[in-house]
């Protein structure tokens, strides 16, 4: 209700969104949500029914306890909604072994003792015959990792949420959030509500907020917020033997293939193989993103299955634009803003941060409700960008 005053105001509620709110509300916090469409949707980062779910994290060793605690709290998530939100398929990051990112996950498998082994490139393919990688490659798979619907976990917490008493407000565009010291207020084309804390998960829309132009919700005078908002498209081909890209007989895959990376996730229903590149999208913006997807667009991921994954290399059956929001260090933004203690942003997650929404969930709740928490958030904070 306009008006009313709340513990905490959650703007944004897709993936990052959700999980705050079911945190907070589990923690009896007086929790309401607003997003801008109804959720979940297909305009943001967080649609296209499968997210990598892996600890042996080549991005940097620090993020396997989070992990650790992600696996956890799905499982919990999972067992509480009765869907199934995670599915274990293994994955397997393959490259040459002096890649950077081939090391990095070497380095977090060591670093925390992960359960993985190492194969060469003619062993990938005795075990699983769609993946051809190239003869110098190595293959460091993890079995106990996998995928997660991101539509269904989204859905699952905001009904946790719902059931801890948080009131959902969609659709409904947040249009300004000040903060006075005395809390926080937040404005919507229907009216002003109030707060202890705002927390802004709103995604690719964040920049935009976060600018002095037109969609700017949230003054942070002086400061020049270094985000870029990334296109991507996501693509799912019809196999041309089934039986191959089926779970066990393929796992997810993460190639490296010198500047570029490529991922693939196992046929899991009818959706046939979804192959995607990482990175390598134009800078854009959420407003005039380009969301038809172009011949250029196919050829640039199919010239790659064609030579590694030939068993996928079947009809388009669909493909999706979707976005990543960057930051230059791609670790994601959570935390207060600077000089606004009230308002803190959960966003900003580089194209990996679906896995971490749940402990991201609670990792917030913690913040909010204690001004600490026992996870690594230092490497997160806004104020590392001055
Ligand atoms: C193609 C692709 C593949 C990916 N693969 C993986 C993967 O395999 N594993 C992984 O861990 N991560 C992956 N990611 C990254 C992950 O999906 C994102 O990091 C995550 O979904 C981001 O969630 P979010 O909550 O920040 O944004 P979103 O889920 O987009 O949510 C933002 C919400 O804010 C709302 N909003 C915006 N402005 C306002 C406003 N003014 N008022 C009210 N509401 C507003 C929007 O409507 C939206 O619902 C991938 C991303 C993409 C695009």
Request: charged share 20%.
């Amino acid at each position: 209700m306009a008006g009313s005053t709340y513990d905490a105001i959650v703007v944004g509620l897709g993936a990052m969104g959700s999980a705050v709110a079911a945190h907070l509300a589990r923690r009896r916090q007086r929790v309401l949500g607003l997003d801008r469409y109804v959720v979940p949707h297909e305009l943001g980062s967080s649609h296209g029914r499968s997210r990598v779910i892996r600890k042996a994290y080549f991005e940097d060793p620090r993020y396997v306890p989070l992990l650790h605690r992600a696996f956890d709290l799905w499982r919990d998530l999972q067992a509480e909604s009765g869907e199934s939100l995670l599915t274990i398929t293994g994955v397997v990051n393959i490259g040459p072994p002096d890649h950077a990112c081939i090391r990095g996950v070497l380095d977090s498998v060591t670093e925390h003792g992960l359960v993985h082994d190492v194969r060469a490139a003619d062993e990938i393919t005795a075990r699983f015959p769609a993946l051809r990688p190239e003869p110098g490659d190595v293959g460091v798979f993890e079995a106990e990792a996998g995928v997660l619907c991101p539509e269904r976990c989204i859905a699952a917490h905001l009904r946790t949420a719902r059931r801890f008493g948080a009131e959902i407000l969609m659709p409904q565009r947040v249009t300004s959030i000040r903060s006075d010291g005395a809390g926080v207020h937040v404005a919507t084309e229907c009216g002003t509500y109030s707060a202890g804390h705002a927390i802004v998960a709103a995604g690719p829309w964040l920049p935009a907020m976060l600018s002095e132009g037109e969609a700017a919700a949230i003054r942070t005078p002086g400061r020049a917020w270094p985000l870029l908002v990334e296109r991507q498209v996501q693509f799912w081909f019809e196999p041309q033997n089934a039986l191959l890209v089926q779970p066990p007989g393929m796992p997810v895959f993460i190639h490296f293939v010198e500047e570029r990376a490529y991922y693939g996730v196992p046929m899991l229903n009818s959706d046939g193989v979804k192959i995607c590149r990482h990175h390598g999208g134009a800078t854009t913006d959420v407003e005039s993103v380009d969301r038809a997807v172009s011949t250029a667009d196919e050829e640039d991921v199919r010239s790659y299955v064609r030579r590694y994954v030939p068993v996928a290399d079947g009809r388009l059956l669909e493909a999706k634009v979707c976005l990543y929001t960057n930051t230059p260090d791609a670790h994601f933004v959570i935390g207060s803003l600077p000089g606004q203690e009230q308002v803190l942003v959960v966003s900003a997650c580089s194209g990996h941060g679906f896995k971490f929404s749940a402990v991201v969930g609670e990792m917030v709740a913690d913040l909010v409700m204690d001004g600490r928490t026992r996870f690594e958030v230092g490497m997160f904070s806004p104020g590392r960008f001055d």
